[in-house]
């Protein structure tokens, strides 16, 4: 089970008709076609006109004839393999599996007040540590656990953190982009010897700035998967009616995936279906909204229909805390994920929208991703799990089955037990003070990092991630990215005999 | 025929009616109503939607909708108000943006329009503002108080450089700096030497009028 993903044994969850999944199709190819996109790139215009697109070089506008979007839907694999460090890790990204990712946040939490704070660099390592541990973690999404830690410049956060992925876990990895950071990260992989998946990241709506165009002819042209994403926000970026953002949506992710086919035609990708809606108090997005629910649902049966991979809006709850708000909202994103056909799912650790993360929220999370999983697996009917003649043998009362060796051979896969939550009857959790299954996620985290050791890297791939790092410092500084003082407080940070895993 | 001018004026703001404020705005300029009295009248209007919003009874489109009909019939008034050189009370000038290279506006509409809503002169550069543009508009509108907004950490440090801009053309000390934005927290903007810094636009109302001794 851990690193290949859940199964769903069962047909797919579907919210449209026929007519109504035609419909959004036919607005996504108006759209594309009269409105088009934005796009703040040059080579990647020129390479769309080239292929039957109308271009506006003075409003960098590009529209897509609906052949071409229809062509490059058919071009893209339906599922594609993503190998891991360690082979046991690898995936098939498609079809009727959902694999889990980890939810990032910008910082960490402080345990006892809950409030926000940036993470260390032993926090971060000590993080990737955890999620590497945990069964139900199938990949790591870009900036995970955090956006960046402690000391580390701004334009070095996405770089060190794929540094102490590679370093701390051996699972599939995923890269964003910044500053033309998808340059080294690339390197980083190759020096390694594994496949990253990078991102090309639209701003709805419908457009598409340069640094994620680079990005996309970086991976598309290295052979890798691109993961193509745009995060809108209801109401503001996008209409506020569910259909009217799925077309936006659409049009956004489905022009990135032209452009990657027309790059490199065969492109492995993912589309991501991330969207929020305005919460009209705050004007920031509402996380954890059930309406989130209903657009995954109808874009995961879209694209099952166009045969193309999708990653749904991660799973990030509003609340601040682990309590019963963030894991309704939690639950209710995974479970939506899980029936409606969601082929990935970033999912651990966030505590409060993409701002905080902890690894005893990542671990609470495993449990309801296995309780998931295992709710998509389904049941087997057959004459054994019937059990028609066990049943006519005990009878009536006082005939029972926990003696029974059918009940011995089946319970344990027809049961799935949680690791923290509490199961104790009253008088057992009195007895021993009451603890919550935040208690018991605290002590699985200790526990983990105790014992957990994850696979080192070679000594000469350990070189070569560290040299990648130190190639990408002094390009950004020459760069001007880094200040004087920036790069002083950073080489102070990895002064630590037990660089790179603690400062 | 004055008053329902007014009257209509401000119906258009509280009704988000962009084209109809703009209409009734160059109505009252035509008419020779006094433009203070118009630019009052508008006040009322978009105070009376800034409570709606306090109180929860009115939400954020209702709010961005309002500032949007107001912004569209100020400029009209406001030439108005120059051409015969009249002189408007008011709790101090604020020029507001968001920072170059960031491009979002939520925030910093509602802090404009909760301003304005409150008193202020208000004059809204907008978003992706340079330090260049921040100069020129607490020169030309001679401000009290310059709000700046950046949602990412990316954009944050631009607040620092308009700060040394002003710096540098001598005027940071004519102006009250007050920052806010997802990415700013009160620890950055005492780093930057910001005068005050809120996390919500009603906060940034009280910091303003704070700041201005009001």
């Given amino acids: 089970m851990a690193g290949k993903g859940f199964t769903r044994n069962f047909r797919p969850l579907k919210i449209l008709t026929e007519e109504e999944i035609e419909a959004i199709h036919r607005g996504t190819l108006e759209v594309l076609w009269v409105t088009g996109v934005r796009m703040e790139h040059e080579r990647g215009l020129k390479l769309l006109e080239r292929n039957g697109c109308k271009v506006d070089y003075d409003e960098m506008r590009v529209r897509i004839p609906p052949a071409l979007v229809e062509e490059c839907l058919r071009k893209t694999p339906s599922s594609f393999h993503a190998p891991a460090r360690d082979s046991k890790n690898s995936l098939m990204v498609g079809g009727n599996t959902l694999c889990l990712a980890v939810a990032p946040g910008n910082h960490t939490v402080d345990l006892d007040t809950w409030e926000p704070r940036p993470a260390t660099r032993k926090e971060n390592y000590d993080g990737v540590t955890v999620l590497d541990a945990l069964p139900t973690v199938h990949f790591f999404s870009p900036y995970t656990p955090y956006f960046g830690f402690k000391d580390v410049p701004p334009c070095m956060a996405m770089l060190e953190s794929l540094a102490a992925r590679i370093r701390n876990s051996t699972k599939f990895q995923c890269v964003g982009f910044s500053n033309d950071s998808e340059i080294f990260a690339i390197k980083m992989a190759q020096a390694v010897g594994i496949e990253i998946l990078g991102t090309c990241a639209f701003a709805p709506p419908l457009a598409v700035y340069r640094d994620a165009v680079e990005s996309a002819f970086r991976f598309a042209e290295a052979g890798l998967p691109l993961r193509i994403i745009s995060g809108q926000v209801m109401g503001g970026t996008a209409p506020a009616t569910i259909a009217g953002g799925i077309v936006t949506n659409n049009a956004e992710v489905i022009a990135g995936l032209v452009l990657a086919q027309l790059i490199n035609p065969g492109t492995r990708i993912l589309v991501k279906d991330f969207s929020a809606s305005v919460n009209m108090r705050s004007g920031a997005p509402a996380f954890g909204g059930i309406e989130i629910c209903l657009h995954n649902a109808a874009s995961n049966q879209i694209f099952q229909k166009y045969g193309v991979p999708i990653d ?42 993409e701002l905080t993360h902890h690894p005893i929220q990542a671990i609470l999370d495993d449990d309801s991703a296995g309780m998931v999983g295992h709710f998509m697996e389904g049941l087997a009917v057959n004459d054994e799990t019937l059990a028609i003649d066990l049943i006519k043998e005990v009878g009536p009362i006082p005939g029972h089955f926990l003696d029974k060796g059918h009940t011995r051979k089946w319970w344990k896969s027809e049961q799935f037990i949680p690791k923290v939550a509490d199961r104790l009857t009253y008088p057992e959790w009195m007895n021993k003070g009451k603890k919550v299954c935040l208690d018991y996620a605290r002590e699985r985290m200790e526990e983990i990092l105790a014992t957990h050791k994850p696979a080192p890297l070679t000594p000469s791939q350990e070189e070569d991630v560290e040299g990648v790092l130190e190639e990408a410092r002094k390009h950004y500084k020459e760069k001007g990215l880094i200040t004087e003082e920036e790069m002083a407080t950073y080489r102070k940070s990895m002064k630590s005999t037990n660089y790179p895993y603690e400062q | 025929m004055s008053t329902e001018v007014l009257e209509n004026l401000k119906k258009a703001i509280i009704g988000y009616d962009r084209e109809g404020a703009a209409d009734w705005a160059k109505k009252a300029v035509q008419e020779k109503i006094d433009p203070i009295k118009a630019l009052d009248t508008m006040t009322v209007a978009i105070r009376q939607i800034g409570d709606g919003f306090g109180k929860g009874e009115l939400w954020l489109p209702d709010l961005v909708g309002a500032a949007a009909a107001m912004t569209s019939a100020t400029p009209i008034i406001e030439e108005e108000i120059k051409r015969v050189g009249a002189t408007r009370k008011s709790l101090g000038t604020v020029i507001i943006g968001t920072v170059y290279g960031d491009i979002h506006t939520i925030g910093k509409t509602m802090v404009a329009t909760l301003l304005t809503a409150s008193g202020f002169t208000v004059n809204d550069l907008g978003i992706n503002v340079t330090a260049q543009s921040f100069v020129q508009g607490i020169n030309e509108y001679k401000a009290d108080i310059l709000a700046m907004s950046a949602l990412m950490t990316t954009t944050a440090p631009e607040q620092r450089k308009v700060i040394e801009a002003l710096k540098k053309e001598g005027i940071r000390d004519t102006v009250q700096i007050m920052v806010g934005g997802g990415a700013i927290t009160q620890e950055f903007a005492d780093s930057i030497g910001a005068d005050g810094y809120d996390p919500t636009a009603p906060g940034a109302v009280e910091l303003a009028r704070r700041l201005v001794g009001k």
């Fill in chain 1, 312 to 353: 749904d809006t991660t799973a990030y709850p509003n609340s601040k805390m682990p309590d019963y708000q963030s894991s309704y909202e939690k639950a209710f994103r995974i479970f939506t994920a899980g029936l409606s056909g969601a082929n990935t799912l970033l999912f651990h650790g966030s505590v409060h929208g």
